[in-house]
């Protein structure tokens, strides 16, 4: 990148809000979730990260300011401007070792590089190369399964996990937590020279007896008698959160769906879905009772509930 300033057109004298206020315009119209067809805008996207990430360094943005990093953040070479870079006929520079009016070659050194090494006399090198030495090296990132019960997931319980080092942390899930969610944990990784690396933590949410996810939603199907069907009442319900209490409209069938709100998983966007009831109705067996009165009631003419099927 040559100059993070043109990348989020700002002046070199801007501001720090001015440039925090450009990079957020441009953020927003460049993100990779906006342009998945567009890896142009993914590409500009990454390159106005990196300035918006060098501008706000104050010690960096000065660097740059001086000539001492290009923008990249690498150091510019030494022998690209200043009595190195004008020429001599074509010759370019070329000290004087003998003492001659061209001066000491270590004093032009010690002001390029911060000193010699070394005493007094003629002898004393300089130390350091002419680059920067890389940054310690930082310790590799270490993986870690987690299984989270189903409705830990939904109420976003926290949830322990030990680490390699005999370590517990405890987790705070985020919401729209769902199979494959990943978390990281900086520092919690493999030590290393420089800094130690991270924790990857993948979330496999458990399966649940009786409960099914749909999106953000939850559904149960939940067995009725005969009696609660027809005549309808309030029935206990079990949610994430513990049993509520439902009512069944009367003359409810098998199939007919009810919701309660905000038992289901708690949404990215924010609040929770729902848990969808559907009602599933359980007869006894060898009731001779019900039996009985079945034949008689199905003597009466009720119509065909299979007709809107062409059956």
């Given at each position: 990148m040559a100059d993070p300033y043109a990348a989020l057109g700002v002046s070199r004298g801007a501001s720090a809000d001015e440039i925090k206020k450009a990079y957020r315009t441009l953020a927003k119209q460049?993100?990779?979730?906006?342009?998945?067809?567009?890896?142009?805008?993914?590409?500009?996207?990454?390159?106005?990260?990196?300035?918006?990430?060098?501008?706000?360094?104050?010690?960096?943005?000065?660097?740059?300011?001086?000539?001492?990093?290009?923008?990249?953040?690498?150091?510019?070479?030494?022998?690209?401007?200043?009595p190195f870079g004008q020429g001599n006929g074509g010759g370019g520079f070329r000290p004087d070792f003998g003492g001659g009016s061209d001066g000491d070659i270590g004093d032009i050194f010690e002001g390029l590089f911060g000193g010699r090494t070394g005493g007094g006399g003629g002898g004393g090198g300089f130390s350091g190369g002419f680059g920067r030495r890389p940054p310690p090296a930082k310790g590799a990132n270490a993986a870690y399964r987690l299984a989270v019960p189903f409705a830990d997931a939904a109420t976003l319980a926290p949830q322990r996990i030990t680490l390699g080092d005999g370590k517990t942390i405890d987790l705070k899930l985020p919401a729209g937590v769902e199979n494959g969610t990943q978390m990281r944990l900086a520092g919690k990784g493999q030590p290393g020279a420089g800094s130690a690396g991270d924790a990857i933590v993948t979330i496999?949410?458990?399966?649940?007896?009786?409960?099914?996810?749909?999106?953000?939603?939850?559904?149960?199907?939940?067995?009725?008698?005969?009696?609660?069907?027809?005549l309808g009442g309030p029935v206990r319900v079990p949610t994430p959160d513990g049993a509520v209490m439902l009512t069944v409209p009367k003359g409810s069938t098998s199939g007919k769906t009810l919701r309660i709100k905000g038992r289901g998983f708690h949404k990215k966007t924010g609040g929770r879905g729902d848990e969808l009831v559907t009602l599933m109705i359980d007869l006894p067996a060898d009731d001779a009772a019900l039996a009985a009165f079945v034949e008689e009631w199905e003597g009466r003419d009720k119509g065909d509930p299979r007709a809107r099927l062409g059956v």
């Open positions: 460049l993100h990779p979730d906006r342009n998945k067809d567009n890896p142009a805008a993914t590409e500009r996207f990454g390159k106005v990260t990196q300035a918006y990430d060098l501008l706000t360094d104050k010690d960096k943005r000065a660097r740059f300011d001086r000539g001492e990093i290009d923008g990249d953040g690498n150091p510019t070479s030494p022998f690209g401007a200043g496999e949410v458990q399966p649940h007896r009786f409960f099914t996810r749909d999106g953000d939603d939850i559904r149960l199907d939940l067995p009725v008698s005969l009696a609660e069907a027809v």
